[in-house]
């Protein structure tokens, strides 16, 4: 069945360090994107990818990276200078970025500080 | 396990019609409720969110989506659609576990269309 996977599902990281998330979907999905719940809000945008070595920043860039090597995956690194990592990360795809399409979830990620 | 029901996959609607989006949950404990839209193109927004208090919550461009705790509901309305509400509508609810946190599980969502 194609779907989105996110791995791992809980992930904890130690003060200074980078982790990575991973998102990989096996639907053909040109569009891809992260997305971030803190307690209390709603979703916020951390990066998007509409192609392949492509990606922009969201709402919330600042301290995470991407990259777009391959159409199937779009992995999040959360970096040291994210002061504040501690949250639900999800991940999403869409066939086309640009016309109607239905969008998949992945199962998300939550990030601790140890 | 806990999951979200979104009754219909695709509404079509004329512009001042009145809009009701059902969306059940199967957690009988305490949760998070959260309606969010995605226009053509774009990306996913929040629409409005419950977390306690008055179960009628009112959110951006005049919806409001009621929780009705016995029915494990939290229905999204609007009274007068326009062509602008055109979107994809996805609800969402996250499990209070009293100080952990659960996942925030989506609904399919819903495809609302409304012609001008």
């Known amino acids: 069945d194609g779907g989105i996977t996110q791995s791992p599902k809980y992930l904890f990281r130690k003060e200074g360090q980078n982790v990575t998330l991973s998102c990989e979907q096996n639907?053909?999905?040109?569009?891809m994107y992260w997305y971030r719940q803190d307690p209390g809000q709603g979703l916020r945008l951390i990066y998007y990818s509409q192609i392949v070595n492509d990606f922009q920043k969201g709402d919330i860039a600042e301290g995470y990276s991407v990259s777009r090597e391959k159409k199937e995956s779009f992995p999040l690194t959360v970096t040291s200078a994210q002061k504040n990592p501690t949250a639900f990360y999800l991940c999403?795809?869409?066939?086309?970025?640009?016309?109607?399409?239905?969008?998949?979830f992945g199962d998300g990620t939550r990030l601790s500080i140890l | 396990a806990q999951s979200v029901s979104q009754h219909n996959h695709h509404v079509i609607l004329s512009e001042a019609a009145s809009l009701e989006l059902g969306c059940n949950y199967s957690?009988?404990?305490?949760?998070?409720l959260f309606w969010y839209v995605q226009y053509p193109g774009q990306h996913l927004q929040l629409l409005l969110k419950?977390?306690?208090?008055?179960?009628l919550v009112k959110g951006i461009k005049g919806f409001e989506a009621e929780f009705i705790k016995s029915k494990f509901s939290f229905n999204l309305r609007k009274p007068s659609v326009q062509w602008s509400d055109t979107a994809e509508y996805f609800c969402a609810v996250k499990v209070d576990y009293g100080g952990s946190q659960g996942n925030l599980i989506f609904g399919k969502g819903t495809k609302l269309s409304v012609k001008p």
């Open positions: 999403a795809s869409r066939r086309d970025s640009k016309r109607y399409q239905p969008q998949h």
């Open positions: 957690y009988g404990g305490t949760v998070n």
């Open positions: 419950y977390f306690s208090g008055d179960p």
């Open positions: 639907l053909n999905h040109d569009a």
